[in-house]
């Protein structure tokens, strides 16, 4: 079972905000990073660290910490954003990587 | 810009032993940590290990008995076998790339991935 918690589901009107979130205890510790990955192609890495994001991605995807609790907030939500978006962060020993359950994102 | 492509056999036999190699084109292969991940049908990725470029190696406690990874500078690629594989291994396996100043597990380069099935 995954050290890392998402809810297995989350949707969002078209143009709205919403608010991914992953918790562990590791996350108190350790930086998380977020994944969108859609229906057959490899994830790609939206945010990592305090808030960063790779080029290329939209300013509309920033991410958040607290305490054990790390979110992904996408603002005006877009039909493209729909996909299934998992958190990752190091494990309880600090020496792996564990990744969350994934949460699909659904765009109405 | 950084390319990975991940290549070896679809399919494994049960109690065989997996092997894949990722090269690694457009970039040095120096001075990152290289992974492999993997994916099972209709679930999450889960992380197998990873592998400096100067060979020092972490593996995922749940697979490290039976899991080896290596890595040829020269040829910049780096290396996966899964020993006694069932068919619990049938899953797409990513190669990945991460470092330390993003973060271990930031992986923002991976591979399109390589369907391996496990079957008789």
């Known amino acids: 079972s995954s050290e890392l918690t998402q809810d297995p589901a989350v949707s969002v009107a078209l143009g709205q905000t919403v608010k991914i979130t992953c918790q562990g205890d590791?996350?108190?510790?350790?930086?998380t990073s977020w994944f969108q990955q859609r229906p057959g192609q490899a994830p790609v890495v939206v945010a990592f660290?305090?808030?960063y994001r790779p080029s290329g991605i939209s300013d509309r995807f920033s991410a958040s910490n607290s305490g054990n609790t790390a979110s992904l907030t996408i603002t005006e939500a877009q039909a493209e954003d729909e996909a299934d978006y998992y958190c990752?962060?190091?494990?309880?020993?600090?020496?792996?990587?564990?990744f969350g359950g994934g949460t699909r994102l659904t765009v109405l | 810009q950084v390319h990975l492509q991940e290549s070896g056999p679809g399919l494994v036999r049960p109690a065989e032993t997996l092997s894949l190699t990722c090269t690694v084109s457009?970039?040095?292969?120096?001075?990152?940590?290289w992974s492999w991940i993997r994916q099972p049908p209709g679930k999450g990725p889960e992380w197998i290990g990873y592998?400096?470029?100067?060979?020092?190696?972490n593996y995922n406690p749940s697979l490290s008995s039976r899991v080896s990874m290596s890595v040829d500078v020269s040829m910049s690629q780096f290396s996966l076998a899964v020993g006694s594989v069932t068919t619990a291994d049938t899953a797409v396996y990513y190669c990945?790339?991460?470092?330390?100043?993003?973060?271990?597990?930031?992986?923002?380069?991976w591979g399109q991935g390589t369907v391996v099935a496990v079957s008789s």
């Open positions: 990945a790339r991460s470092n330390r100043g993003r973060g271990l597990n930031a992986f923002d380069i």
């Open positions: 457009g970039g040095s292969i120096g001075s990152y940590y």
């Open positions: 592998i400096y470029y100067r060979g020092g190696t």
């Open positions: 590791s996350l108190r510790y350790y930086s």
């Open positions: 660290g305090k808030n």
């Open positions: 990752n962060s190091r494990d309880s020993s600090g020496d792996g990587v564990v």
